[in-house]
């Protein structure tokens, strides 16, 4: 959720701060106010790239900072996975310097435009009239109806199956590609005689390596081991001399010194015994080294072909052996491979039909709600339907997915990018996002005049609607309609005044009385009384409706 934004010299703007609330915030303003600026400022704040200068004055940098809660625990696994604190909220900046390069900050460290686009795409939703995102294309609305769906056990079925086949499929493929000389079948040969020869086992050259080092090292580890025996050996005559002495005196302060030093001693014997043993254990064979340095060259020069590890090794051999196969049971092996494809086949058919049967089940449910939705916006004559074809096999099943509508009961169904009018299409929008924003966890939404063309009792819907949206997310709504504004929580006015040397916005957040007087000019272009009753009575009327809605 956004809970405050700054912005300093950008475009109109010298300075502004504002704290934002849950719930349903609205600005509205005159045509050119800059309230659109405030939505691009928070765009380019969530990673969007600049297209032209945003500075208000050429010769100082821009600033816009934000800070964020960060609601969602995905939000914060993501930051945390990036090397941030767990923490309740996040800010964000970025400066453009007077040769318009940005630089970017996520709590004062600097990030890339692509890093920040991915932490906020699940916190920030900015709609217009033009939306061109996840909603109107066709690519996104299976995954739409996935999430919708909410389980993922036949999904994830589907997917497992799908490998299983398209391995099957690429064995199968490789394996009827090949053609085999005479020459390459004896070369295999060779090759699997080569490494079978060598009879290699796992571990074997970690053990041969550290008896090679213990040999090497023989003549060192004598010298020392001698040495330290010797000087164990001079210690033990002297503990024991000094535990002699001491048991000569019977006394109450020294028995327990004595005490300590022969448990020492007879601890020192037990050491020196194992080194004693240890040193007896070595030995140096030349003849041994030389076995097995000629053994290390002979896996070596198998490892520079086949593969550094075991396993690697065991792998070539693997791939030879099946190679071979095909070469001398041809017929055979292609068709085991192709009953092998055909039962993983059919066994991913019958996992994404169960998919897909789940899936249009739950359509119809979706679709269902979304008349509703839709009905609320006074759209009732509008058909949505999800829409689906077959296709080819793939990890998320054999369904192609497209929501289509309809604007009224004679019109034909078609893609939903292909609605006409701005306005229907921003209801239609608006009744969608108030179902998969939820489902997404889009913590703010922010709606840019997407009530332009509409009025009366729609525009009242509108506004519900967004309300009715901000129960489960916080909302920002720019509209020039009284109707969507009676409906907010809180109420934003933006202003632009001109001097003789620039102009500049400024944002105010407005009490009661304040509203009413807004509403009242937004209504009627002049605020009088009969216009302030008006407004009032559209104030309370409108409290009383989101209510009753919320309710």
Known sequence: MLKSLYIRNYIIIDE?????YDGMSVFTGKTGAG???????????????????????????ALIEAVFTADSEAIRNRLMEAGFEDEDEFILTREFSTDMKSNMRLNHRNVTLSFVRDVMRDV?????????????????????LDRYINDDTLKKRTAACYEIYRQKENALNEATSQQFTLEERDYLLYQKEEIEKLQLYEGEVEELQSREKEMLNFEKSNSVLSSSVSSLEEAEELL???????????????????????DFYYELLDQSEFLKDYQASLYFDEN????????????????????????????????????????????????????????????????????????????????????????????????????FEEKSPSLDGSDKVAFMVALNSSSSLQPLANVASGGEQSRIMLGLKTIFNRLQGIETVIFDEIDTGVSGTIATSIGLKMHEISENAQVLSLTHLSQVAACADHHYRVEKSDD????????????????????????????????????????????KKVKHVAG
């Open 124 to 144: 920030v939703d900015i709609h217009n009239q033009h939306d061109t995102q996840y909603l109107l294309e066709n690519r996104n609305h299976l995954l739409l």
């Open 35 to 61: 309230k659109s600026i405030i939505v691009d400022a928070l765009s380019l704040l969530c990673g969007e790239r600049v297209s032209a200068s945003v500075l208000k004055d050429p010769q100082k940098k």
């Open 288 to 387: 041994e080294l030389n076995r097995i340095q000629e053994r290390l060259f002979a896996i070596r020069k198998i490892q520079r072909k086949y593969g550094e590890s075991y396993s690697e090794i065991m792998s070539s051999l693997k791939d030879i052996n099946d190679r071979l196969e095909i070469l001398e049971h041809r017929e055979e092996v292609l068709n085991r491979l192709s009953k092998e494809k055909e039962k993983a086949y059919a066994e991913y058919v019958r996992a994404a039909r169960q998919l897909s049967s789940l899936r249009k089940d739950k359509a119809r449910t979706l679709e269902g709600e979304i008349r509703l939705q839709l009905r609320d916006l006074q759209l009732e004559n509008t058909r949505f339907q999800v829409s």
């Open 500 to 543: 003789d040397i620039s102009t500049m916005t400024s944002v105010k957040e407005l009490r009661r009385e304040e509203i009413i007087s807004e509403l009242a000019e937004i209504s009627t272009g002049i605020v009088s009384e009969r216009s302030l009753l008006s407004a009032e009575e559209l104030y309370e009327s409108s409290r």
């Open 240 to 262: 024991y001399s000094a535990i002699k002495t001491l048991s000569d005196i019977e006394n109450e302060k020294t028995d327990p010194v004595c005490q300590k030093i022969n």
């Open 16 to 20: 502004i701060s504002l704290d934002f």
